[in-house]
């Protein structure tokens, strides 16, 4: 469940290559974009910083070819829902103050403070993606906007390629690599922005008291 957590969430470390929150940027720019990349930085930075809530219906695909698919609701600052459909048991969400990864089949429930993991960073506010360190590359593929990018600067190569919509910039999915060179993409699908979402989406319930017995359940 934990590799399938941290594979939803690969977006999460584009707000890492944006310099984190709390953390001051470098002083320049990488030299290695040119000036239309670091426009094209730009602009999706200001996308994502111009989201406060965001809704939609994610499909994950994992190495094998097996696919998972949900629902997904964001909240700025600091709240996230991912709900898997049957059969998958998994559940995540955040409160704003800490992540819960639930088996609702076992009834368990993992829980790791919003600041301890990359969540914290991408439902922050202030995304720069202009003075990153590990974006390595933005391309551009017909109507598609690529950025190629790494987990740490430990890397040389990178482990995490998003795509967007281009002009217009909106995200469509992300493709993460893992450490033995497995690939997983969660592709998102009908995206409605500045929707008005109900407080208790980000509460995670009881999982040993049948839905319905507490208020907006």
Do not use: C
Not at 5 to 16: C, D, E, H, S, T
Not at 106 to 116: E, F, G, I, Q, T
Not at 132 to 140: D, F, G, N, P, R
Not at 151 to 173: D, M
């Amino acid at each position: 469940m934990i590799r399938r957590f941290a594979a939803l969430f690969g977006l999460v470390l584009l707000a890492v290559a944006a310099g984190g929150a709390g953390q001051p940027p470098p002083p320049a720019e990488a030299a290695h974009l040119s000036q239309a990349d670091l426009a094209d930085l730009d602009k999706v930075s200001e996308y994502l910083n111009s989201i406060h809530t965001l809704q939609g219906d994610f499909v994950q695909i994992d190495p094998n070819g097996d696919t998972d698919q949900g629902r997904f609701y964001l909240a700025k600052p600091g709240r996230l829902r991912f709900e898997y459909d049957p059969p998958s048991p998994l559940l995540i969400v955040s409160d704003g103050r800490f992540v819960s990864v639930a088996n609702t089949k076992l009834k368990h429930v993992d829980r790791y403070p919003l600041s301890a993991t990359p969540l914290d960073l991408i439902v922050g506010d202030n995304i720069d993606l202009r003075h990153s360190k590990e974006i390595l590359a933005v391309e551009h593929q017909s109507d598609t906007l690529i950025i190629l990018a790494r987990t740490s600067t430990n890397r040389t190569k990178a482990n995490l390629r998003l795509e967007f919509t281009y002009p217009i910039i909106e995200l469509r999915e992300w493709t993460v690599l893992d450490d033995q060179g497995l690939k997983t993409t969660v592709a998102l699908r009908g995206l409605e922005q500045g929707v008005a979402l109900n407080d208790s989406l980000f509460v995670m319930r009881d999982l040993r008291k049948p839905i319905g017995t507490r208020s907006g359940e």
